[in-house]
T-cell receptor, first 113, second 113 residues
Framework: EPEVTQTPSHQVTQMGQEVILRCVPI?????FYWYRQILGQKVEFLVS????????KSEIFDDQFSVERPDGSNFTLKIRSTKLEDSAMYFC???????????FGPGTRLTVL | KQEVTQIPAALSVPEGENLVLNCSFT??????LQWFRQDPGKGLTSLLL?????REQTSGRLNASLDKSSGRSTLYIAASQPGDSATYLC????????????FGTGTRLTVIP
């Protein structure tokens, strides 16, 4: 069964460093998303992406964040200068069309020291 | 802004019992509602999707209902098993044209053998 994959599963970085989190969405899906979950808190929406551009973003998704689909399969989230409060589990998701079921990857646990 | 609440926060039941998990949301203008399962430190597994025009959906031992006008959904699990132990999250997709899910904080279910 097709699934969303994410790498790495765990990333440890120093404050101020850049990180890139990678995702491979389900192959025939057109909409891609990033969410995050700080330990003990709700899953929060960061950004949605369609047709090679951001379709929506939350107030969390500030200038330190960017997303890219560098080729036909990968979807990346970059954090330019990480802060302690960026420590969280980051989930990638995809859906076949707008409003359809979203399928989530296993997550990348980001730890900022 | 849409707020999603899940009660109870935690629930313990003996194996074999039927149980109901509750989800409420503040804005009834939703597009759909998804129930997820999250195992500790893992990703989100989609269980059921209910479109706003539907009243319920069933998958195996799971049955989800939706009462949009009152802002409520329930997830019914029949004949619970220890393998059902996990955190169950509900999430709503706003009907405003946005494409992001608003998540509840989840119900942590423990099924005791």
């Amino acid at each position: 069964e097709p699934e969303v994959t994410q790498t790495p599963s765990h990333q440890v970085t120093q404050m101020g460093q850049e990180v890139i989190l990678r995702c491979v969405p389900i192959s025939n899906h057109l909409y891609f998303y990033w969410y995050r979950q700080i330990l003990g808190q709700k899953v929060e929406f960061l950004v949605s992406f369609y047709n090679n551009e951001i379709s929506e973003k939350s107030e969390i998704f500030d200038d330190q964040f960017s997303v890219e689909r560098p080729d036909g399969s990968n979807f990346t989230l970059k954090i330019r200068s990480t802060k302690l409060e960026d420590s969280a589990m980051y989930f990638c998701a995809s859906s076949s069309y707008l409003g359809n079921e979203q399928f989530f990857g296993p997550g990348t646990r980001l730890t900022v020291l | 802004k849409q707020e999603v609440t899940q009660i109870p926060a935690a629930l313990s039941v003996p194996e074999g019992e039927n149980l109901v998990l509750n989800c409420s949301f503040t804005d009834s203008a939703i597009y759909n509602l998804q129930w997820f399962r999250q195992d500790p430190g893992k990703g989100l597994t989609s269980l059921l999707l209910i479109q706003s025009s539907q009243r319920e959906q069933t998958s195996g031992r799971l049955n989800a209902s939706l009462d949009k006008s009152s802002g409520r959904s329930t997830l019914y699990i029949a004949a619970s098993q220890p393998g059902d132990s996990a955190t169950y999250l509900c999430a709503v997709l706003d009907g405003t044209g946005a494409n992001n899910l608003f998540f509840g904080t989840g119900t942590r279910l423990t099924v005791i053998p």
